[in-house]
């Protein structure tokens, strides 16, 4: 129903809330009013503040919010009362245990009205809007509830409860003007009490904000967790899918989305959100192992006392909301399968499953920051080169190194039962003349290999048969078995990655391993760090790659991901199915109906970032096995311009250091040239684009980009240069009218 206050009563709350001595200062023939609410709300907003909830009561008229409104500079003094959304929700024993929210103010989505699949009408938290809005003082407010909680029978009657914690979340939405951003909340007790420790903060806003930078939903007007819980509560539910919108449900089958159960099996996760708009999660993939609950769960923050609520609470609704092909019922629905203990009746998992079983079941196989503790039984490992020595032009490189298992050096040469060789050294260089100190892209031109890979040997028995041992646990390769620097070679460096095979307690064969390790010998420059792993992992958690083969170091990618690199080894061959050979056949295409596409990694990372802004239709990269993998469904979880989520400081102006090389787009694409000589083993007749130009079109895909790219006069062109010559610096370097720096500043979703 709707508040309808007397000129009186406005006259009397007004000078509650804000404790004006005597309503004649604001009215001079006004007497003094009575105190309406208790205990008083705050008269002023503190200095410098910005949007806020700075108070809140209830008494017979209803529930009255006082909060300041403030833009980044001043107070917004001309809030109008359609412009402010507040959500009131109580937190409420949960039947089985812990805590769950209950919003005062809901509302009944109707189902099946117009081209949408509903069947049952659902129940729908919501916030209250419309009330009488009376302005304080500059940016200072008083909103008065429509709807006062306090004798809620419809659609739901939700009993008031004074005793308990209740939270207010503000949201200020101008349908003609844009306001501040924010869901500021506020938690208190309506009989003015002492509120207890407990608040169910499981998730932090700042942990969401790793991986989204600025959460923001719902058109960008709500960006707090805190306030999220207000509406998505249990109960709440979309009309239109059926589907529970409780937050806990909800996020989880989101973060899951391609990889859950019932979406594997061919089905689709949509919600038909505002305006029924169909919001499909099923393709959305987690950078991560979904099994991570502690990258969100967050025990180590204090901000999140009960983060650890996933293990020692578990429940039917969130464990369901990832394990969607279980059925909890004693019927079993069609497509799914019974839960292994049985029908269960309530939310309450714990009795089963103890905090250290649903913790065991969750684990990831390496060590991590969120993740103090591996899975059980599976060996840690860990690889290290101690060494490298012969690597100048001609020479034979040898690599001293050592693997431990466990903490302790493990017998390369004879392994322990249970375990199979699978590691590999990888040796790559470059061979530009550019005379800069740090190391110019690798290009590996010599190593025998094709579009610019390099030297792999594997650590077998054949190899591990001919290692010196040494007296620390280390051993060290003999001369040849790295192979043979060519002459023009220089930076050279040597990398230890792979997997071996374990067979488990079980008799399963798992593949483990460790984190790549890349060395090179004393006096070698390093080669230009532009990304780190550290901001790669606020995401990823632990960047792996290739099967888990490669990872947690970026330094080792850029040695096969290099400007020379492209997939064409791997694309189907229509002539010749050796892939070894592709270069036989010219006319080889992919799925999307290229020859090859560039793998370097500048352009190769920004394009699968950007995966669905992307304006081509498809962005096909055939990996191992002539495997053609689609990355069009990536979602970045942030602006993709916010190069700094990635980058290094001062790794994003131009122009680009002197030894960024040119990136080749065809390989070998002249048909005079004589295959026999194995033009692919050398790159230099490649159609190269500039360093500059294939990073941003990584990204600026549209045919306007690309054609906008092609101003320097070296974009794409046949010639055997390795170094860039583009003009790109004249308008986007920096303090020029476009700068880079300016163009991609952090700023809010």
């Known amino acids: 129903m709707k508040h309808a206050a007397s000129t009186k009563v406005h006259r009397q709350l007004l000078c509650c809330l804000i404790g004006v001595m005597s309503c004649a200062k604001l009215e001079q023939d006004a007497p003094p009013s009575p105190v309406l609410c208790s205990p008083t709300l705050p008269r002023t907003a503190p200095a410098g503040t910005q949007t806020q909830i700075l108070g809140a009561c209830a008494?017979?008229?209803?529930?009255?919010v006082a909060f300041v409104a403030r833009d980044a500079t001043h107070p917004i003094a001309d809030l109008v009362a359609r412009e402010v959304r507040v959500t009131l929700a109580k937190l409420v024993p949960k039947a089985g245990g812990g805590d769950q929210w209950q919003s005062y103010i809901n509302r009944v989505e109707t189902a099946g009205k117009g081209a949408w699949p509903g069947v049952d009408d659902a129940l729908q938290a919501t916030a209250d809007a419309n009330g009488v809005l009376q302005p304080i003082t500059a940016g200072v407010y008083v909103y008065t509830f429509a709807t006062n909680p306090q004798t809620i029978m419809a659609p739901v009657a939700v009993p008031w409860e004074p005793t308990r914690r209740h939270r207010l979340a503000l949201e200020l939405r101008g349908a003609s003007r844009t306001l501040p951003t924010g869901n500021p909340t506020f938690?208190?007790?309506?009989?003015?009490?002492?509120?207890?420790?407990?608040?169910?903060?499981?998730?932090?806003t700042a942990t969401c904000n790793g991986c989204h930078a600025n959460l923001a939903t719902h058109g960008g007007a709500r960006t707090n967790v805190s306030a999220c819980v207000t509406c998505h509560n249990p109960g709440t539910a979309d009309a239109q899918s059926g589907e529970s919108v409780e937050l806990s449900s909800l996020v989880h089958r989101i973060h899951s989305g391609k990889t859950l159960p019932s979406v594997m099996a061919g089905g689709h996760f949509v919600i038909w959100g505002n305006a029924n708009s169909k919001n499909d999660f099923s393709t959305v993939g987690y950078p991560q192992d979904v099994r991570n609950?502690?990258?969100?769960?967050?025990?180590?923050?204090?901000?999140?006392?009960?983060?650890?609520?996933?293990?020692?609470?578990?429940?039917?609704?969130?464990?369901?909301?990832?394990?969607?092909?279980?059925?909890?019922?004693?019927?079993?629905?069609?497509?799914?399968?019974?839960?292994p203990r049985g029908a269960k009746a309530g939310d309450n998992c714990a009795g089963c499953h103890t905090p250290e079983d649903v913790d065991s079941k969750h684990r990831l196989q390496a060590v991590t920051a969120a993740n103090p503790?591996?899975?059980?039984?599976?060996?840690?490992?860990?690889?290290?080169?101690?060494?490298?020595?012969?690597?100048?032009?001609?020479?034979?490189?040898?690599?001293?190194?050592?693997?431990?298992?466990?903490?302790?050096?493990?017998?390369?040469?004879?392994l322990p039962a249970g375990l199979t060789y699978g590691p590999r050294f990888v040796v790559g260089w470059t061979t530009s003349s550019s005379p800069i100190g740090a190391a110019a892209d690798y290009d590996n031109q010599g190593s025998g290999q094709t579009v610019g890979q390099p030297g792999t040997f594997a650590i077998d028995a054949k190899l591990a048969a001919t290692l010196v041992a040494n007296a620390d646990g280390s051993f060290t390769t003999p001369n040849g078995?790295?192979?043979?620097?060519?002459?023009?070679?220089?930076?050279?460096?040597?990398?230890?990655?792979?997997?071996?095979t374990f067979k488990d307690a079980s008799g399963q064969d798992v593949r483990v391993g460790a984190d790549t390790v890349v060395a090179r010998?004393?006096?070698?420059?390093?080669?230009?760090?532009?990304?780190?792993?550290?901001?790669?992992n606020v995401c990823h958690e632990r960047l792996s790659a290739h099967g888990g083969n490669r990872a947690n170091n970026v330094a080792a990618c850029v040695i096969c991901h290099n400007p020379n690199a492209t997939d064409f080894r791997q694309r189907p061959a229509s002539v010749d199915q050796d892939a070894d050979k592709n270069f036989d056949d010219p006319n080889a295409v992919g799925v999307d109906g290229l020859r090859e596409r560039s793998i370097n990694f500048a352009g190769l990372i920004h394009s699968i970032h950007a995966g669905g802004q992307l304006a081509s239709e498809r962005f096909v990269v055939y990996g191992f096995g002539r495997t053609p993998i689609d990355f069009k469904e990536v979602g970045f979880p942030r602006r993709l311009a916010d190069c700094q989520a990635c980058h290094l400081d001062q790794t994003t102006a131009l122009p680009l250091p002197a030894g960024a090389t040119a990136v080749s787009a065809l390989t070998s694409p002249l048909p005079a040239i004589d295959r026999s000589l194995a033009p692919a083993l050398t790159n230099q007749d490649d159609a190269k684009v500039t360093p500059t130009g294939a990073a941003c079109t990584g990204c600026h895909d549209k045919p306007a980009a690309q054609a906008h790219t092609m101003m320097t006069p070296n974009f794409y062109v046949l010639r055997p240069v390795a170094t860039e010559i583009d003009s790109c610096a004249t308008c986007h370097g920096p303090t020029r009218p476009y700068d880079i720096a300016g163009l991609h500043a952090p700023k809010p979703n």
Not at 59 to 64: I, K, N, Q, T
Not at 310 to 326: E, L, M, T
Not at 482 to 500: D, H, M, Q, Y
Not at 521 to 536: D, F, I, M, T, Y
Request: hydrophobic fraction near 40%; aromatic fraction near 4%.
């Open 521 to 536: 010998a004393p006096g070698q420059p390093v080669r230009r760090a532009v990304v780190s792993v550290e901001k790669c």
């Open 293 to 339: 609950c502690r990258r969100c769960h967050d025990e180590r923050d204090p901000a999140t006392p009960e983060a650890g609520n996933w293990r020692s609470q578990p429940g039917v609704a969130s464990c369901g909301s990832c394990h969607d092909d279980v059925a909890f019922s004693a019927t079993i629905p069609a497509g799914k399968k019974a839960h």
């Open 187 to 204: 938690d208190f007790r309506p009989d003015g009490g002492a509120l207890d420790a407990g608040a169910r903060a499981v998730v932090a």
């Open 481 to 500: 078995a790295l192979g043979t620097i060519p002459a023009g070679a220089r930076n050279v460096v040597v990398t230890l990655e792979g997997l071996f």
């Open 59 to 64: 008494d017979s008229a209803g529930m009255h």
């Open 373 to 414: 503790v591996a899975v059980a039984g599976l060996p840690a490992l860990k690889y290290e080169i101690l060494g490298v020595a012969g690597t100048g032009a001609g020479a034979q490189p040898t690599a001293t190194f050592r693997i431990a298992m466990n903490g302790q050096p493990l017998d390369v040469k004879t």
